[in-house]
């Protein structure tokens, strides 16, 4: 049985202090030395915990002193969400293990949400063995606690010492009250070994284009309102800006070329058409006038040029402008940066894998990866390439690894913390990875080793796999770890404070 933490004696205290000033009375005639042994200190109670599949037990009690108020304190909380429960009777049988007749009480209804406080009478001292019947809707359950000890006297009970306390106090009314506080058992289990590294995002090849001035000019003011934003998603072909090209230099002399060229066609096709219909050419001349509008056309359109000189500028590929460098009536120069165009649907995660774990990665492997700032895990789809030339500085090689990203989240040029599965099994101690804080680089978690006590443990982490992580250090198979709020006892932690308004009974 654990000893009563100091904020649970503080808040029994009272009541202890007048059930021994009245047995006071009763123990007059013992030895002196007994009498200041018991003025010294008073009875050490304790306090309990247990987890059943759908409950929690947390159970606060003086010292059990035969005729003594034994005022029990207990806390019920319903494991499926963690709330405490409203409703419902218990029953509490103390069954004495020499024999004879069992000690019930029986609590209809809470004294406060998940609060019950029954107070047993014991008439005789041993050791007891405790059974909680739990009826209620939120939870039907029988919890068992064995080796309570009923003392004759208060003199008999093992004196508090009041050591100090260890842990972070974080009592159950506020664990009830914090949205989404959960805990769960670390188990033995088996992930995919895995080994970190860093990895930064790039556009898949074929998936980023620069969008260049193809000739020198001026940006059409009537096309800016037309342009799209960064942000805003174009179509393969989709007209960009519009320019006039200044002659004479950067190609706006051969589109001025170019333009002629194509009025002599036309002009040559429209009189070749008139003197074969009256009979003067014959049609050969006809065909040969129509190829030669032909080429003059393709060779407008291939500066992006319409037959009023206007260059277009158009997207080469359907994506989402990244960026737009362009102001109405600005002069370019010919190659000038206009847009970026990218199309991140999928993107590449190039990780540098460490030079002594290269050997370990395949065509098979996979990542996890995290970006900075974002809780969010994502998985990549299968390995691109596998570099073979290991860098002399940083002693790594590339791997490249394809990831999807249809809801756009992840962004071109992001850095990533990666854990690399090798593809083999390792076992040991498994918790989920919502468990998981990082404190200035290191892992840890918080154990619960009591209901309201708490202990942050560093972690090593050598595995991970979806939702759960493989740990060689911090933790054990059984202990009760939080997965859910872990960054409010974090922050509990950072005070040495009971809260002010402490239990509700």
């Known amino acids: 049985m654990t000893p009563m933490p100091k904020h649970a004696r503080q808040r029994i205290g009272a009541a202890l202090t007048l059930a021994v000033f009245a047995l006071g009375a009763c123990t007059r005639s013992e030895t002196s030395a007994g009498s200041a042994a018991a003025d010294s200190a008073e009875p050490a109670g304790g306090a309990i915990t247990r987890w059943t599949d759908s409950t929690e037990l947390f159970m606060e009690h003086p010292a059990l002193i035969v005729g003594a108020p034994d005022k029990f304190a207990v806390h019920l909380t319903d494991l499926t969400d ?6 419902g009777r218990i029953t509490l049988t103390f069954r004495p293990r020499g024999g004879g007749d069992p000690v019930t009480v029986i609590q209809e209804t809470p004294r406060a949400p998940g609060i019950y406080g029954p107070a ?47 842990g972070v106090s974080f009592l159950k009314e506020q664990q009830w009250k914090t949205p989404g506080f959960a805990t769960a058992f670390a188990t033995d289990g088996e992930v995919a070994a895995t080994f970190e590294a860093s990895g930064v995002l790039e556009a898949q090849a074929g998936r980023l284009a620069q969008v260049s001035a193809p000739v020198a000019g001026l940006i059409d003011v009537s096309g800016v309102a037309d342009s799209p934003l960064p942000g805003q998603r174009v179509v393969r072909g989709q007209v960009l800006a519009v320019l006039a090209p200044s002659l004479g230099e950067g190609g706006g002399a051969a589109v001025a070329e170019a333009r002629a060229r194509l009025r002599e066609a036309e002009d040559e096709h429209d009189r070749a058409q008139r003197l074969y219909a009256v009979e003067a050419v014959p049609q050969r001349r006809v065909h040969e006038a129509e190829i030669r509008l032909t080429a003059a056309r393709e060779a407008l359109a291939g500066y992006g040029a319409d037959a009023g000189g206007r260059v277009s500028v158009r997207s080469p590929i359907a994506g989402v402008v990244a960026e737009r460098r362009v102001a109405p009536g600005s002069r370019v120069e010919a190659g000038a940066s206009l847009f970026t165009i990218v199309d991140a649907s999928v993107v590449w995660l190039r990780v540098n894998v460490p030079a002594a774990q290269a050997p370990s ?18 998985v990549s789809r299968r390995v691109v390439s596998v570099g073979s030339i290991v860098d002399s500085l940083s002693r790594t090689i590339p791997v490249l690894f394809e990831v999807a990203n249809l809801d756009g989240s992840l962004k071109i040029g992001a850095n990533a913390s990666v854990a690399v599965r090798t593809g083999a099994r390792q076992r040991g101690i498994v918790l989920p ?24 443990r560093e972690l090593t982490i050598v595995g991970r796999e979806g939702g759960r992580v493989l740990v060689s250090a911090g933790i054990a198979a059984g202990e009760r770890v939080v997965t859910g709020a872990a960054y409010q006892v974090r922050l509990a932690s950072l005070s040495t404070s009971v809260p002010a308004q402490g239990h509700e009974h």
Do not use: C, H, W
């Not at 990875?433 to 942050?456: C, H, M, N, W």
């Open 361 to 378: 990665v395949s065509r098979t492997s996979n990542v996890e990866f995290q970006m900075e700032g974002s809780p969010r895990r994502y």
């Open 120 to 166: 047993p009478t014991f008439t005789r001292p041993g050791t007891y063995d405790l059974t909680i019947l739990v009826d209620s809707p939120q939870a039907r359950d029988g919890i068992v606690v064995p080796g309570l000890v009923v003392y004759a006297t208060a003199a008999d009970a093992p004196r508090d010492e009041g050591g100090a306390e260890s």
């Open 82 to 87: 963690f709330a405490p429960l409203r409703t």
């Open 433 to 456: 990875a919502s468990a998981v804080l990082d404190e200035d680089g290191r892992a840890i978690a918080y154990v619960q080793p009591e209901g309201e006590t708490f202990e942050k």
